[in-house]
């Protein structure tokens, strides 16, 4: 088990140090966990972030919501940052939702629109 964590860390410290430049600004270290877990994800976010959806599946019992902002946004931004590109033959196919949460302003603009006065078509 130590070798293991000691892997991870090491990989995924020369990992995060190579994509390092093309991360995304917006990435928060502290929203993560810090840099030992963003360390241990940039390992191989690819399978992280396959843990996370079956790992989130099976507590929620197949609902897909999903609370923690910090994990799912550091993997979105470690594969973004490998700038592999977009292939439509990957992803062509049929799709189900797996992992849902919502975003961060959705709350604000909900309350915003419910707010705002119907109008009334004239007669």
Do not use: H, M
């Not at 892997?7 to 390092?20: D, I, P, Q, T």
């Not at 030992?36 to 919501?65: F, M, W």
């Not at 309350?111 to 007669?123: A, D, M, N, S």
């Amino acid at each position: 088990y130590a070798l293991q964590q000691r892997y991870l860390a090491e990989v995924g410290k020369r990992n995060f140090e190579k994509s390092k430049e093309t991360l995304p600004k917006a990435l928060s270290i502290v929203d993560v966990g810090g840099y030992d877990n963003i360390y241990k994800l940039a390992a191989d976010p690819k399978a992280e972030l396959v843990k996370l959806v079956i790992d989130n599946l099976r507590s929620t019992g197949g609902s897909g919501t999903y609370n923690d902002k910090g994990k799912v946004d550091a993997l979105v931004a470690l594969l973004q940052s490998k700038c592999q590109g977009f292939s439509s033959v990957k992803v062509d196919g049929e799709w189900v939702e797996v992992l849902n949460r919502q975003g961060k302003f959705s709350t604000k603009s909900q309350k915003l629109i419910g707010r705002k006065k119907k109008t009334v078509r004239p007669t």
